[in-house]
Every structure is written in structure tokens, then in C-alpha cells.
């Protein structure tokens, strides 16, 4: 969200939601899905496809990756225009891992690189200067709405996709706009 300056997505398709016990829909999060987030391109960059798999559903091997080349089971895969990268959780050990990866020249870095989410926030604490928190709310509230429009769809099913209106919270999804806002019971509200 940070480094591509994602912002929100404008689509949501729901490839599969797997259930370990049918019907559970409102108790539980899928054993195994699979989410699909689109966000559009902007003045940088391009379209961003963002896809989320867990449970049974691992990362697909891509031609171009030799069968040398391990793949994350807990981490992200990018694919790029001209190479192919991957990391372990939480960004650890990035490369590229294409079969053109000989060739590969690292660009400059252009960003601050974080000394961890613990430091980071220790150190914003104690200089009273949030921005030191590389995780503060400009970047945690879109990555969390986005997050949280995944579980909206997996509570929906495989075929369900829909937009976010961040500014209506609205999805134009009947069924979706529904999980948006509580319905609080009468003496309950906020």
C-alpha cells in the first residue's frame, strides 16, 4: 500500500471461499480463498492486480521462475514488466527469482527503509513525531478498509465482486452494502 501508493481498490472479485464446515459463512473466515483486489493506475504507475490466496490455495508458479527457485508459502510474488520478485513475510529477503535474474540491476533505493515496526514506533513516541510511524493511519486505514472489503467478500462467495465508494462507503452490491454499517439492536446504539 505504501510503496505502490495503492490508495483503494475499485474492484473486489471473489474467486473462491472454501468453507470447512458448510453454512458458516457468518461465524467464520473461509479455510481457503482466493481475492482479487484492482486498483487503479495513477501518475506513477500503472493498474495494480493484488491477488490474495490462503489456506489450500498456494502461489502459482509462473513460466518465466525456474523450478529451482522455491516459492514463498507464507509471502508475496510481484510480477512485474520485466521481472518477476518475491519476499517472505512482512517484505523479508527480497529477489528477483526470474530466469533473467543474472541480469538484473537493482534500482536506487528511493525510499526510507524501515528498522521495524517496533523501532519505528518507539521511535515516533519518544520525538512526539508520528511520521516516524511508517504504518500511521495515511497508510494502515486504506490497507484495512481494503482488508476488510476481502472479508466482505468471502462472507459473499466464489462469482461476487464488487467496487468501493469510499466517500458514499458504499460497494453497489446489495448483499455487500449490507456488512458495511451495524445495525445496532433498539438501547444499543452509539
Not at 16 to 23: E, L, Q, S, V, Y
Request: aromatic residues 8%.
Amino acid at each position: 500500500v505504501w510503496a505502490f501508493d495503492l490508495g483503494l481498490p475499485e474492484k473486489i472479485p471473489v474467486e473462491k471461499a472454501d468453507r470447512a464446515t458448510p453454512g458458516a459463512e457468518k461465524d467464520s473466515h473461509p479455510s481457503s480463498c482466493i481475492i482479487n483486489y484492482v486498483f487503479p493506475g495513477n501518475d506513477s504507475r500503472g493498474p495494480v492486480h493484488l491477488q490474495w490466496l490462503d489456506g489450500k490455495y498456494e502461489i502459482p508458479r509462473p513460466e518465466n521462475v525456474p523450478e529451482d527457485v522455491e516459492l514463498p508459502k507464507n509471502g508475496c510474488l510481484y510480477l512485474g514488466s520485466e521481472h518477476v520478485m518475491m519476499h517472505g513475510s512482512h517484505g523479508g529477503n527480497p529477489q528477483v527469482v526470474d530466469g533473467d535474474r543474472d541480469a538484473f540491476e537493482a534500482p536506487e533505493k528511493t525510499m526510507e527503509r524501515s528498522p521495524g515496526h517496533y523501532r519505528e514506533w518507539i521511535d515516533a513516541i519518544r520525538s512526539g513525531d508520528p511520521s516516524k510511524a511508517k504504518s500511521n493511519f495515511d497508510v494502515a486505514v486504506p490497507l484495512t478498509e481494503t482488508l476488510l472489503l476481502g472479508v466482505i467478500g468471502s462472507l459473499l462467495g466464489p462469482g461476487t465482486e464488487f467496487g468501493w465508494d469510499a466517500e458514499t462507503m458504499t460497494t453497489g452490491h446489495a448483499e455487500a452494502d449490507k456488512w458495511i454499517r451495524h445495525s445496532y439492536r433498539e438501547g444499543w446504539s452509539l
